[in-house]
């Protein structure tokens, strides 16, 4: 197989590129963080010291970085990276940013003549390790191709979105849902538990009821309903609230640009921002349970 040049190995970047290693995939990886780099090096990825060095020779390149200023300062621009990319490769850009932003990166990729998807993922970081990520993808039809067996190697779904920027769309709308749902969840969970209600026993009731929806299926923000839930080990782990937040962000950016009303996402991003302000932002977003109760 050819080789991946993997760059930005977080929370979710790392079981990303350890999946297509188990896939067989030759990986040449590169990340600020040191560990990162050497714990994947040490199960078989080749470490690059920086991300030019990473890219060079290889026909396929993944980033996975926090953010659209993050994505842009690395690919874009006479010293950008897509300047050391050869034309005819495919780049794989699976961070979550600005749907403007990824439309930048793919403009500049097609003026050099490389194919270039936004793919940004679904399904946190346990998705991430088990490999059943969710990627949508926005782009050509013919480079999603060209990707496929690369993309099913690290998950289980993966949704042809639209054209340039159309995964960064699906992305923020998917990430408003979950936000308004566990905000929504977490203050029934406060309701009931105030009132007297079992906590384990009104989660089932409304699992099984008209409320039911994906955070009281496998994500419960009550600590002690679900054992292996980040609420219940401190709300460690998954997906932080500030990555919730930024992507919140987003969302009003899009809804700004598109003048589409988001009265609900809005207030999402509010309560989002507040729990930074209360220092809670490395936290996994189920954490907005702490909102109704303290």
Known sequence: MSDIAFIGLGHMGLPMARNLLKAGYRLRVHDLVRSAVDELAAEGATSATDAREAVAGTA???????????????????????????????????????PESARKV??????RGIDLLDAPVSGGTAGAAAGTLT???????AAL?????????????????????AGQVAKVCNNQVLAVQMIATAESMALGVANGLDP???????????????????????PGVMPNAPASREYEGGFMAELMAKDLGLAQETAQNSL????????????????????????????VQKLFVE
Request: charge should be neutral; include cysteine.
């Open 260 to 287: 589409s009303s988001t009265p609900m996402g809005a207030l999402a991003l509010q309560l989002y921002r507040l729990l930074l302000k209360q220092g809670q932002g490395r936290k996994d977003f189920s954490v």
């Open 106 to 111: 793919h403009a500049e990729a097609r003026a």
């Open 145 to 165: 191709e060209r990707a496929r067996p690369i993309f099913e190697a690290m998950g289980k779904n993966i949704f042809h979105a639209g054209p340039d920027g």
């Open 135 to 141: 990627f949508m993808v926005g782009g050509e039809a």
């Open 200 to 222: 384990a026993v009104l989660a089932e009731i409304m699992r099984q009821s008209s409320g039911g929806n994906w955070v009281l299926e496998r994500y419960n923000p009550w």
């Open 60 to 98: 396929v390149v993944i980033t996975m970085l926090p953010a659209s200023r993050h994505v842009e300062g690395l690919l874009l621009g006479e010293d950008g990276l897509l300047q050391a990319i050869a034309p005819g490769s495919l780049v794989l850009e699976c961070s979550t940013i600005a």
